[in-house]
């Protein structure tokens, strides 16, 4: 049995092909629940009207991505837990691959999907979440051929927007850590199941098509915000301290690179933002650090083959090239 969460804001325009794509799924033994995050537009209205079958958690406010699915993960009973974001659409085989994945290897504690362009599935939007030697996170295959990665493997993580996770492995990570409000929640939380011992199975048959950016867009002041304050936050908690050794001047060399990114867009005030909201918060990332830590299985050897080493140039090639498209 699954529970498909989906967390919800304002996202009203995406949700019927979202809901409509679950109905159509092969694998039925699953319930829908949509963690309504104080939308404005008519979505719980609209859930309730069109699709009766999903339990709705109406949310007075938005209180972000984490917190959300959190308030969902508490009350599930089911033996595996998908989230999928409302802007993603199932293939009908979609769930069924996740679950037959995790079936087949006990050792993983959670399945990745292939995400495609919803607007250009020809192309890979995602293939499960890569995380680089310079501590920071990228998605794997973008912009290759939706024919690629076709072979089912061990990856560092999975986009929690299309995910199927073991109940049993969240309880022991403690769910999302709230405090990043939203994005690099996922990646924080592949770190951690990592550190514990649990791997993550990417799928290729498991395919959604994403929209992408339907809710706070791209290079957004509240995206840059969030992502690069909360990249410093996966990196400080999770990296083992003798990879830190290994890593930190990588790490530097990419801020220092994204600031002058930033700077170019007109987002250098936002990103300088962001690092400030880093070290304001580093205290209590300190101290979720040492639990982390302190309770890790695996060796630092583990951890840095599943790193792969950044190629800043190529990224920012793309950035720019996408920029100037």
Not at 179 to 190: A, G, K, R
Not at 208 to 226: F, N, W
Request: glycine content about 8%; hydrophobic content about 40%; overall charge positive.
């Amino acid at each position: 049995m699954v529970n498909v969460v989906i967390v919800n804001w304002n996202g009203k325009a995406f949700l019927s092909k979202c809901l409509s794509g679950l109905r159509r799924q092969l694998y039925q033994s699953f319930s829908v629940t949509v963690v309504d995050n104080g939308s404005d537009d008519g979505s719980v209205g609209f859930i309730a009207e069109n699709f009766p079958e999903a339990k709705t958690i109406r949310l007075s406010r938005n209180l972000g991505f984490s917190c959300a699915n959190n308030i969902a993960l508490q009350n599930v009973d089911a033996e595996y837990v998908a989230l999928l974001n409302n802007d993603a659409i199932p293939h009908p085989s979609w769930l069924g691959g996740l679950v037959e994945a995790l079936q087949s290897h006990p050792e993983a504690g959670f399945a990745a999907s292939k995400m495609v362009f919803h607007d250009n599935p020809c192309v890979i939007d995602r293939a499960g979440d890569v995380y680089t030697r310079a501590g920071t996170a990228m998605l794997r295959g973008r912009g290759q051929p939706s024919d690629s990665y076709h072979k089912q493997e061990f990856v560092f993580g999975a986009c929690a927007g299309a995910a199927l996770y073991r109940t049993e492995m969240l309880r022991v990570l403690g769910f999302f850590d709230e405090d990043f409000f939203i994005l690099y929640e996922d990646v924080d939380l592949s770190f951690r199941a990592q550190l514990k011992g649990y791997k993550c199975i990417y799928v290729p048959n498991a395919v959604v098509y994403h929209v992408g950016s339907g809710s706070i867009g791209e290079d957004t002041p509240t995206s840059v915000y969030y992502s690069h304050r909360n990249l410093e936050w996966v990196y400080i908690k999770n990296m083992p301290a003798g990879l830190i050794k290994r890593t930190i001047v990588h790490h530097l060399i990419y801020d220092l690179a994204a600031f002058f990114f930033f700077t170019v867009k007109g987002r250098g005030g936002d990103y300088l933002r962001a690092k400030w909201g880093a070290f304001r918060g580093m205290r209590l990332t300190l101290q979720k650090r040492e639990e982390i830590q302190k309770s890790k299985k695996v060796r630092d050897l583990y951890i840095w083959n599943l790193l792969e080493k950044e190629r800043l140039l190529p990224r920012l090639s793309r950035r720019l090239a996408k920029k100037g498209s």
